[in-house]
């Protein structure tokens, strides 16, 4: 015996929905959209707070590098676009190609070389010591990076002072040279004082980054290739470098966009704050400029430059980055 099937449940079936699939099934979509923008909602405080301290004034020093911008028009709050004339004007200048480029790239490259060789020999010291003495010296070079830049630069400027330094001291004294030499007014010795003040600021953290690599490598594959005779040297490259190409590449890419952008170290030296135009570069050249000179939109420009010059080379670090993720 057969009976009829009620009007509802034809209606229901015939329409194609699933039982339960009414209003739960159609907040599911919302709550999924929901739960796609919280990290976006909850992130949103402190990009608002990075867009107002660092995107703003970048787009303020990119407009005024397009004006002839200086105290006239500070004081009228005028506006007097020029276009690129600034950048036309930096790039067609003697001191651009002579002076400030080389200086800044020849520094970044001779300093990064050193900080990275001198830290990773700091490292592979602090590997060969015991815990508790690795701790202590870790600790003590760990000084040094924490000392603030002025501080540290101040003191290089006493040891090779004209006049008191204790590094004509010591040349005087063993008859190297008859009187004091004034360092700061050549420009490679100018820079060496400051190559020296950039290594010994920032070997701590190429120490204590490589060496977290070193003690990640098996000790049983050193002793295995010392066991077959290969020297330090050579487990050092065919062993220990390959299994940190990551790491170092971190460290000098790292190196490289702070080295690039010294300022503190250049302008504090006797000579470094424009006097002596022969050791400007980049970043000094754009405060010179800017304030010493009241060519705001000059400076701007040349800031413009050294920071486009600086996003090509964190591109390189996020892409390093991005890669080694990939490969662990």
Do not use: C
Not at 135 to 141: D, E, K, Q, R
Not at 204 to 215: C, Q, R
Not at 282 to 293: A, D, K, M, P, R
């Amino acid at each position: 015996m057969t009976y009829p099937t009620p009007t509802g449940a034809a209606s229901e079936g015939s329409s194609g929905v699933a039982p339960g699939g009414g209003p739960q099934a159609a907040r599911g979509p919302s709550r999924r959209g929901i739960a796609r923008i919280r990290p976006w909602l909850l992130l949103a405080p402190a990009l608002v707070i990075l867009g107002v301290l660092l995107l703003w004034p970048l787009v303020r020093m990119a407009m005024f590098s397009l004006q002839d911008y200086g105290l006239r028009e500070i004081v009228s709050g005028t506006t007097n676009w020029i276009g690129f004339a600034n950048f036309t004007e930096i790039l067609t200048s003697h001191d651009l190609w002579a002076v400030v480029l080389p200086n800044t790239v020849g520094f970044a490259v001779l300093s990064v070389a050193g900080t990275v060789v001198f830290g990773t020999l700091v490292a592979l010291l602090l590997q060969s010591l015991s815990p508790r003495t690795r701790g202590f010296v870790t600790g003590a070079i760990m000084a040094a990076w924490a000392m603030p830049a002025v501080t540290g630069t101040y003191v290089w400027v006493w040891i090779f002072d004209a006049d008191h330094g204790v590094f004509n001291q010591v040349l005087t004294s063993l008859g190297i040279i008859d009187q004091p030499v004034n360092w700061f007014t050549d420009r490679w010795s100018f820079y060496a004082i400051v190559l020296l003040n950039v290594i010994h600021h920032g070997f701590p953290f190429v120490a204590v980054t490589v060496l977290a690599g070193l003690l990640g490598v098996p000790r049983e594959i050193h002793e295995a290739a010392e066991v077959d005779g290969a020297g330090a040297f050579r487990r050092f490259f065919q062993i220990t470098f390959p299994q940190l190409r990551q790491v170092f590449a971190v460290v000098i890419i790292l190196s490289t966009i702070w080295d690039f952008k010294v300022f503190a170290q250049v302008y504090l030296m006797p000579g470094g704050a424009g006097s002596n135009r022969d050791v400007l570069n980049l970043g000094v050249w754009s405060y010179v400029e800017s304030f010493g000179q009241n060519r705001y939109g000059f400076g701007s420009a040349i800031a413009v430059l050294l920071t486009l010059l600086l996003l090509v080379i964190t591109a390189v670090y996020v892409r390093t980055i991005l890669r080694e993720e990939k490969e662990l």
